[in-house]
T-cell receptor, first 114, second 116 residues
Framework: DAEITQSPRHKITETGRQVTLACHQT?????MFWYRQDLGHGLRLIHY???????NKGEVSDGYSVSRSNTEDLPLTLESAASSQTSVYFC?????????????FGPGTRLTVT | AQKVTQAQTEISVVEKEDVTLDCVYETRDTTYYLFWYKQPPSGELVFLIR??????QNEISGRYSWNFQKSTSSFNFTITASQVVDSAVYFCALSEAGDNFNKFYFGSGTKLNVKP
């Protein structure tokens, strides 16, 4: 079965370190998204991609970057982790081509920046 | 401006009660999509329903029903005869057509507590 996975599931890092969160999907979908979830804010879009070599900034992109070198993966990098980036991060994928539009989410990564 | 508003932060009901979760959205697009997701205590996000802007027909799936009203820009979710397993955070989301296709705007969520 197709799936979307995230790794690691839990991460503790120190302020100032670079951190990369992995997202891998086997749906063969073009669209991939990164969100962060914080209490009281729901899910907020960080970055998204509509295909290989395409990346776009979401509403809370400062301090984050992504790259899309293949269809399956969209890693999220925190260039210099800050305590304000302590959050739960979700990756999602969707396919416009298949006419369904809904996004399917990974299990999430809980990141703590100390 | 908030595109999706879920004004109810938290709702508590007793098992078997009916409960309605409100969702109000804002968009200038004539073609858009609305969604509901469930996030149980285990943390995963589960897709429940998608509704297109050109289809105002209400939908029922078992104990779940959705009322889409373009006139009031609302897409409310009702759980009939609630059960403890319905306890979760529920998110409403909007996606617009056009260049930003499939970008989701989420509401802040409504936490539903169903007590036995």
């Amino acid at each position: 079965d197709a799936e979307i996975t995230q790794s690691p599931r839990h991460k503790i890092t120190e302020t100032g370190r670079q951190v990369t969160l992995a997202c891998h999907q086997t749906w063969n979908h073009n669209n991939m998204f990164w969100y962060r979830q914080d209490l009281g804010h729901g899910l907020r879009l960080i970055h998204y991609s509509y295909g290989v070599q395409d990346t776009n900034k979401g509403e809370v992109s400062d301090g984050y970057s992504v790259s899309r070198s293949n269809t399956e993966d969209l890693p999220l990098t925190l260039e210099s982790a800050a305590s304000s980036q302590t959050s739960v991060y979700f990756c999602a994928t969707s396919s416009r081509d298949r006419g369904t539009y809904e996004q399917y989410f990974g299990p999430g990564t809980r990141l703590t920046v100390t | 401006a908030q595109k999706v508003t879920q004004a109810q932060t938290e709702i508590s009901v007793v098992e078997k009660e009916d409960v309605t979760l409100d969702c109000v959205y804002e968009t200038r697009d004539t073609t858009y999509y609305l969604f509901w997701y469930k996030q149980p205590p285990s943390g995963e996000l589960v897709f429940l329903i998608r509704r297109n802007s050109f289809d105002e027909q209400n939908e029922i799936s078992g104990r779940y029903s959705w009322n889409f009203q373009k006139s009031t820009s609302s897409f409310n979710f009702t759980i009939t005869a609630s059960q403890v397993v319905d306890s979760a955070v529920y998110f409403c989301a909007l996606s617009e057509a056009g260049d930003n296709f499939n970008k989701f705007y989420f509401g802040s969520g409504t936490k539903l507590n169903v007590k036995p």
